[in-house]
């Protein structure tokens, strides 16, 4: 039996059509430090301005370029400090060389729209109300869509990065009575195959293609695969081997077309909850 394709589509459209009404009141503006030359932040960051500008929101666009870490530090603080600003976006990965934890952690945690800084991380850890990182928490959103009660459930993370592995996880553990028992694997794992065929539910978040195989899959799991990168006829493709995992499991994202969607509008309903004074 072939495996359901999870789509972000509808969901994302009904995140969207919130969003877009609040942001009509709320009069949001977006600062996006961009690094131009990392191809997969490009596409995400293009999905962000589309998405921005069809809900009205103004998306103002700063290049890296070949700025030293010192200006690019006083852009993010005279963004900081403007008050026209609503959010603040630091596109990850930053080019070799720069802090990057030292440069999400100058975002005010009331425009830190992608929760990236310490306090809003930490909010996610406590499972306190404000913005979640997009990418996880759309990761999640498709899964209940499918699975809306996960006791008993074993789900495997695979990436421990602060902006979607360990988010990715600790929104599972935050679903209470009906969490699955988590495990958090990454690119370092000895035998990683060993741990995701036993898993029920798979978040792949490593950023390589084909780290994950149909062999490595339990017939019948539920696959989450957050990964954008470049194969080799530059399509864009996640972490798994879409083709062989679709004979094997009983549901998967698609890459592009599943967590993405989700996570642009997500992206948006963060954006709102930034300008409406969200922790």
């Excluded at 709320?26 to 069809?54: D, F, W």
């Amino acid at each position: 039996m072939a495996a359901k394709i999870l789509r972000g589509d509808v969901i994302a459209q009904r995140i969207r059509d919130e969003a877009g009404k609040a942001a009509a009141n709320l009069k949001p503006r977006v600062a996006a430090i961009h690094n131009e030359k990392s191809g997969a932040v490009r596409v995400y960051m293009k999905q962000q301005r589309t998405a921005c500008e069809a809900a009205g929101i103004p998306y103002d666009l700063h290049l890296i370029g070949e700025k030293p870490q010192t200006e690019v530090a006083e852009l993010i603080r005279q963004c900081a400090a403007d008050p026209a600003i609503t959010g603040i976006t630091i596109h990850q990965p930053m080019p070799a060389g720069f802090e990057e934890d030292r440069l999400a952690s100058m975002v005010p945690a009331a425009k830190d729209i992608e929760a990236t800084q310490p306090a809003s991380l930490g909010r996610v850890e406590m499972g306190q109300p404000g913005p979640r990182p997009v990418a996880a928490a759309a990761a999640v959103e498709l899964l209940l869509s499918e699975r809306a009660d996960c006791r008993g459930l074993h789900a495997v993370v695979v990436g421990r990065s602060n902006m979607v592995g360990k988010p990715a996880a600790l929104l599972l553990l935050a679903l209470g009575s009906k969490a699955p028992t988590v495990t958090i694997c990454h690119s370092g794992t000895k035998d990683l195959g060993l741990f995701t065929r036993q898993a029920d539910i798979v978040i792949a978040a490593v950023g390589r293609a084909d780290t994950i195989r149909g062999d490595m899959l339990r017939p019948g799991a539920i696959v989450l695969d957050i990964g954008i990168n470049r194969g080799a006829d530059g399509k864009l493709v996640g972490d798994v081997n879409f083709a062989e995992a679709e004979k094997v499991v009983s549901a998967i994202t698609p890459v592009p077309g599943g967590v993405g969607p989700v996570a642009i509008a997500l992206f948006l309903r963060n954006i709102v909850a930034c300008a409406a004074g969200a922790p």
